[in-house]
């Protein structure tokens, strides 16, 4: 259990994926794979199945929702969306995540960092 | 709190999750036969895309759970699913650990309730007895008390109690009952409160005699009362004196003796009316048992030994006949201070620690179990690890079978234990006193098992971790579980070896103790006990007055002597190798000053009638016997042992017509010698000088009458009681034979031995079952390379010594540490057991053949298992 997150990039990555999947639409769990690989040009090679702990994580932490439906191929599918507190979770996460991001440039690019 | 609801969901929940994943992996494949893969291809294709499915349901499914926990959950019943595969495992892990935590259960709470647990009164921990200076007996005088109680400024009120015995009547027949005297202050400095009416007051005190008032503890209320909430106010007669009932004491109070709990308890203001003669005055005398109190709320125990003993200096400068040397120390109540306390303190630690190895041994016998069950089950741990399962989950799989295993044995252990302490607690292990063995299993022994099973489970259940760590799951499914032969000393070795030497050292102790005993059995005592009834009376207790004793006494014996069978009756005060003694001073006879710093030394002093001697078989070596001549109005005389004319009188042939005094002055002159004997109540005390004096000139209301007959005394019983009936019918007395009497002194030996012989024999078991388990376990991993050598002609010798060789090896070397441990330990079990040593070749003997035969027994089914291989059979198998 505590190494839940070995497969991601880091811990939450795969959680803020999803969510930011399903803030620009609701989709069910093959259609997010599909999204999450096409989104990042298959850079992240996402095991498929590692995505279902994390939609039971975000599932029980209610920042999404899922209901049972047909798809537009007509395949039953349980598709999630996202909630109100998932979307404030999401902007948190990018705020936090782009700190890091620079944090992380700034000291693997020594050269800008001497100039700022 | 919204987890009730959730268990309720999760089944959906669950099922949910399945059929998602389900509906993936179809979409998936469904996409890829699109894309123009076979149907089969496409299926596995998306198989591996999706990743270990079970796993990645089992992290979905965590999610919703208390993980740890349940997981726990699974891996209890997983392990209940194996015990139920191999019973006979579980079976016999279980009982090998409830034998040996309930071992140490019992020992324990031995041990707590003897040590640990302070007395059983309200804050009983700051509860302290005074012991004066050194001197391992913490008597003191009645005065003496007295003045220790109200100059100090220490404790919250100093009580003090004294053991007697007296003739209670409460109907028709008069009974022989235990009590304590006790001082007014008793109950309340103890802070005990009654269990109904009320109890004795320091108000109640005016003088000798003036309060003839009695508390009935809760036990004797109960069983010579039978309950009656009536008796209150009631009289009854105490040695014939009028007493009254005033209450009864709480049940969980028994008193301030561990051991030894009081019937009743009577204020010590009317000794006299007890015992027949007041020592209320006697500064010099010391007979107050014991002296206690609870220290004042921050007073440290060097504050209050100073301070008694600035009463001690006041003591000494005000009586400086009575009060030398008077300092003072403190000591734990209840085990009669530094008198009782090392012995018991040394052997309880000591079989505690005998306890504690054979629970060490267990450990190691189910250690090396678990080991081997691994390796049967490496291709089941295999493959769990080829399925995904982390090493640390499997490692708590099997921590979670040993934990299941030990707690069980432990609450099996528990539960025997508790029933042998209930019994032992309720044991009245001598007849004639009511005994109080505070060994009631309390939180403490609870906590002290469920301790000892969590320890021995991670113990025994760590063992095969690193067999775990280091397996590599492809080897072992590709090539079956290793049967690698190392000879390199394993754990398992080790273990085996420190079982071994464990149970070596057990059996080389219980048979050092079992001789010792059976040789204390047979030595001269100076006496001889068999054949002979004890009759104990006391004519206090009737109400004789001292001038009246001696001629009832001498009715008793001459009525006695007419009983047929009867060879010889004899009187003595005390009998010797009784539980009490009474030591006096020796002064030689130009003495003036009686002050026990100026005496010679000490004697153990007997009155004996004339016809003692010959009735306890006591040989006269020189001199004269007494004879009823030697009485009030003639010159005082005292028949002495060998030991006193050897130490009192150098020439020892003079000793004989020499004279010595004792503490009150009286001149004593030596008429005859006896040989030595036994006479404390420890058969491994160094020779004691005794004297013996002629009850006619020291007469004594309490005295046993010594009949011996040619036949069976047990059959003499009825006709001795008649007798005294017709004599006295208002006369208590207590009738056993001289051997039942001496186990008493024999207690100490047989409870040391039985305990020895308990785990002596539970070592030996463990050990059998561990080189079992050993044998059997390397016979049935080698038996292809067994057949083979059978196969290439190999000799019966020569198969066993492949198969078993290692297995006695490890054995004789456990041995020969055990044995050697074993001697050294008996040194301190010589303290105890008369004549334990460890030095007769009996023992040596005994101990090498009983671990061979263990070898033996324990090797023998695998040995035949090794020989009966059929090298056909095997070699055409896989």
């Known amino acids: 259990m505590a190494d839940t997150n070995s497969r991601d990039l880091f811990p939450g990555a795969l959680e803020m994926m999803i969510l930011e999947s399903l803030r620009r639409q609701p989709a069910h769990g093959y259609a997010l794979v599909q999204h999450i690989q096409q989104r990042s040009n298959n850079l992240l090679q996402v095991e498929e199945g590692s995505l279902y702990p994390a939609l039971q994580r975000l599932l ?43 944090g992380i440039s700034l000291v693997l690019d020594p050269g800008e960092a001497r100039t700022s | 709190m919204n987890w009730i609801p959730q268990i309720f969901r999760r089944r959906k929940l669950y099922n949910e999750l399945s059929e998602e994943i389900r509906l993936h992996i179809e979409e998936r494949t469904e996409q890829l036969v699109r894309e123009g893969m076979s149907a089969t291809e496409a299926e596995q ?133 235990w009590l304590y005297q006790v ?38 209320w109960h069983s010579h009362f039978h309950d009656d909430r009536g008796v209150v106010g009631r009289s009854v007669l105490l040695n014939k004196h009028p007493f009254t009932v005033l209450g009864v004491s709480p049940p969980e109070f028994r008193g301030t003796l561990l051991i030894f709990s009081p019937d009743f308890f009577v204020p010590m203001v009317n000794s006299e009316q007890i015992d027949g003669e007041s020592f209320l005055n006697a500064r010099g005398t010391r007979w107050v048992f014991e002296v206690l109190g609870h220290l ?18 006041y003591l000494e400068k005000t009586y400086p006949r009575d009060d030398t040397q008077s300092t003072f120390s403190l000591v734990r109540p209840g085990l009669h201070g530094d008198f009782v306390a090392p012995a018991v303190r040394a052997f309880l630690a000591g079989l505690m620690v005998l306890a504690g190895l054979i629970l060490l041994a267990a450990c190691a016998n189910l250690g ?42 432990g609450a099996a252990g528990l539960v025997a234990s508790v029933m042998l302490l209930r019994r032992l607690s309720a044991w009245q292990a001598f007849p004639q006193f009511p005994m109080n063995i505070p060994v009631r299993p309390d939180a403490t022994v609870y906590l002290f098992a469920l301790l000892l099973a969590l320890v021995s489970g991670l113990l025994f259940g760590i063992v095969p971790v690193r067999q775990v760590f280091k397996s590599n799951p492809y080897e072992i499914v590709k090539a079956g579980s290793s049967a690698r032969i190392g000879r390199k000393l394993t754990v398992r070795d080790l273990l085996l070896v420190l079982q071994v030497a464990i149970c070596g050292v057990l059996v080389t102790s219980s048979m050092v103790a079992v001789r010792g005993l059976a040789r204390s059995l047979h030595t001269n005592f100076g006496f001889e006990p068999q054949d002979t009834l004890l009759v104990n009376t006391n004519l206090a207790m009737a109400g004789y007055p001292p001038d009246k004793m001696p001629a009832m006494q001498k009715r008793m014996m001459n009525a006695m002597q007419t009983i047929p069978g009867v060879t010889s009756v004899g009187l003595v005060d005390i009998p010797p190798l009784h539980m009490g003694w009474n030591p006096s001073y020796v002064f030689s006879n130009r003495a003036t000053d009686m002050r026990p710093p100026n005496a010679e030394g000490q004697a153990i002093e007997y009155r004996i009638s004339p016809e003692y001697l010959q009735a306890a078989k006591t040989v006269l070596l020189a001199g004269r016997n007494f004879s ?60 004691q000088p005794a004297m013996f004096l002629p009850l006619g000139q020291f007469p004594s209301g309490e005295t046993y009458l010594v009949i011996r007959s040619g036949r069976d005394p047990q059959q003499l019983v009825a006709a001795v009681r008649s007798t005294l009936r017709d004599l006295d019918p208002g006369l208590p007395a207590f009738i056993q034979t001289w051997n039942e009497e001496m186990n008493g002194a024999l207690f100490a030996s047989r409870m040391a031995t039985a305990s020895l012989g308990v785990l002596g024999v539970m070592g030996a078991m463990l050990s059998i079952t561990g080189i079992f388990g050993m044998a059997a376990f390397s016979v049935g991993k080698r038996l292809r390379e067994l057949g083979i050598r059978i196969a290439l002609g190999a000799q019966r010798k020569e198969v066993l010594y492949a198969a078993l060789g290692r297995a006695f090896k490890l054995l004789a070397i456990g041995s020969a540490a055990g044995l050697a441990l074993g001697l050294l330990a008996t040194r301190v079990l010589a303290y105890i057991v008369y004549q334990a040593t460890p030095r007769d070749p009996l023992v040596l003997a005994g101990a090498v053949v009983t671990m061979a035969l263990l070898g033996v027994v324990a090797t023998w089914i695998p040995a035949q298992r090794a020989l009966s291989v059929n090298p056909l059979v095997l070699l055409r198998e896989d």
């Open chain 2, 368 to 409: 090396s179990l678990f080991a081997a069950r691994a390796a049967d089950r490496g291709r089941e741990v295999a493959l769990r690890l080829a399925l995904g399962s982390t090493r640390t989950r499997i490692l708590r799989q099997l921590l979670t079978e040993a934990l299941l295993i030990s707690l069980a044995g």
């Open chain 2, 296 to 313: 004042k709320p921050g007073v440290t125990q060097a504050q209050a030994t100073a301070d008694l003993d600035s009463v001690g200096s």
């Open chain 2, 628 to 687: 009823w001549h030697d009485d009030a109005n003639a010159p005082r005389v005292a028949v002495v042992n060998r030991e006193f004319a050897r130490k009192f009188f150098a020439n020892r042939s003079q000793a004989v017509g020499a004279n010595f005094k004792i503490t009150d002055g009286t001149l004593l002159q030596v008429v005859g010698i006896v040989e030595d004997g036994k006479y404390t109540a420890n058969l491994a005390e160094d020779p």
């Open chain 1, 60 to 102: 029980k932490a209610k920042l999404v929702k899922a209901e049972w439906g047909l798809s537009s191929t007509n395949r039953r599918v349980r598709t999630y969306q996202i909630t109100a507190s998932g979307l404030r979770r999401l902007e948190q996460q990018i705020s936090s995540f782009e700190r890091m991001f620079q």
């Open chain 2, 45 to 177: 294709t998306a198989r591996r895309a999706f990743g270990n499915r079970t796993l990645l349901e089992e992290r979905s499914r965590e999610v919703w759970q208390w993980p740890t926990l349940e997981s726990i959950g699974a891996d209890v019943r997983f392990a209940l699913r194996q015990f139920r595969r191999s019973p006979g495992f579980a079976f016999a892990a279980i009982v090998t650990l409830a034998l040996a935590i309930g071992a140490n259960a019992v020992v324990f709470a031995v041990l707590n309730g003897f040590f640990l647990r302070p007395l059983n009164v309200p804050q009983g921990q700051s509860l302290y007895a005074i012991q004066r200076g050194n001197d391992p007996y913490i008597v003191q005088s009645y005065p003496d008390y007295l003045d220790l109680r109200d100059r100090n400024r220490s404790f919250d009120g100093l009580a003090a109690y004294t053991i007697s015995q007296a003739g209670i009547v409460t109907g028709n027949d008069p009974s022989h009952a």
């Open chain 2, 183 to 220: 001082s007014g202050n008793y109950f309340d400095a103890l802070g005990i409160h009654p269990y109904m009416g009320r109890l004795i007051h320091a108000s109640d005190e005016h003088g000798p005699n003036s309060a003839p008032y009695i508390v009935l503890s809760y036990a004797y």
